[in-house]
């Protein structure tokens, strides 16, 4: 089970999320507002089961979150 920030498919948010990204990893230990989620797991041996994606609370920059199940892929 994950919930994790990911890449907006708005691409004027995504656009402040690239430009914020740098400074927010700083001060949010590491946190990135723009990882494409989805191609991250399937690059890394995984297979979304569920992946739910939408804005949750607060400012459309820092709120598009990715929600699901993974489990490696076979």
Do not use: N, Q
């Given at each position: 089970m994950f919930i994790e920030?990911?890449?907006s498919p708005d691409p004027a948010v995504s656009r402040w999320q690239d430009r914020l990204t740098p400074l927010?990893?700083?001060i949010?230990?590491?946190c990135h507002l723009n990882r494409p989620i989805?191609?991250?797991l399937a690059d890394t041996g995984f297979r979304a089961l569920t992946l739910?994606?939408?804005y949750g609370d607060?400012?459309?920059v820092f709120s598009?979150?990715?929600r699901g199940?993974?489990?490696t892929a076979e």
């Open positions: 920030h990911g890449r927010w990893a700083r949010a230990g590491g989805a191609a991250l739910d994606s939408g607060g400012p459309r598009y979150l990715y199940i993974a489990v």
